[in-house]
């Protein structure tokens, strides 16, 4: 595709329950990165993969979150047991390289936990 | 480990006023500078970049930022300002060097307001 496609765009879920948010880089970059942008705040880092592996994935906060990119392309971000804490904006970003020189992001998907 | 603040989360102006958003960072490296800009329910979009050479950066939409080494600053400006200007903006730096320059480091935004 043109951009880098988020689905969904919106996610309402309860409480403990499980969700998985999709990524879709840009065609032909290895680099992906998941961000976490909370209300009134800016953008925070999850997680870097080069190619199919998790490069760096320090800002994942805790074990409930995990993500994949088994073919080196589409990501998704799994987040178990969700907490209202949990409630974000969640964007994706892709380059051709490892560099935030070269980043583009998605627009993310609107997380609510209720 | 870097960081980087926004002084104003909020600027409102009048259309066609000039408009600077400030931004300073710290950091023990070198380091790339972004301004990014997020329009409602929308993702970012980058404005424009400092990696090296001049000092004044110019972007898209008529924005230009200078990168100020001695008091750590990357300020944004605008000479006039329009009513689509409204919107979310991001100052963020990443390591230029080394192993972690995939990561940007974001500041809390400045709401930027254009009224009529």
């Known amino acids: 595709g043109a951009g880098v496609s988020q689905t969904p765009s919106n996610k309402v879920t309860e409480k403990g329950k499980y969700v998985e948010l999709r990524c879709d880089p840009i065609s032909g970059h290895t680099a992906l990165y998941w961000y976490r942008q909370s209300l009134g705040q800016g953008p925070e880092f999850l997680i870097y993969f080069q190619g199919t592996g998790a490069a760096d994935d320090s800002g994942l906060p805790n074990d409930r979150f995990f993500a994949v990119r088994p073919e080196g392309s589409v990501s998704t971000l799994k987040i178990q047991r969700t907490e209202r804490g949990d409630s974000a904006v969640y964007l994706c970003a892709s380059s051709s390289t490892g560099s935030s020189t070269e980043a583009f992001f998605g627009q993310g998907t609107r997380l609510t936990v209720v | 480990a870097q960081s980087v603040t926004q002084l104003d989360s909020q600027v409102p102006v009048f259309e066609e006023a000039p408009v600077e958003l400030r931004c300073n960072y710290s950091?023990?490296?070198?380091?790339?500078l972004f301004w990014y800009v997020q329009y409602p329910n929308q993702g970012l979009q980058l404005l424009l970049k400092y990696l090296s050479g001049s000092t004044l950066v110019k972007g898209i939409n008529g924005f230009e930022a200078e990168f100020n080494k001695s008091q750590t600053s990357f300020h944004l400006r605008k000479p006039s300002v329009h009513i689509s200007d409204t919107a979310e903006y991001f100052c963020a730096v990443s390591q230029n060097s080394g192993g972690s320059n995939y990561k940007l480091t974001f500041g809390k935004g400045t709401l930027l307001t254009v009224n009529p």
């Open positions: 950091s023990s490296v070198s380091v790339y």
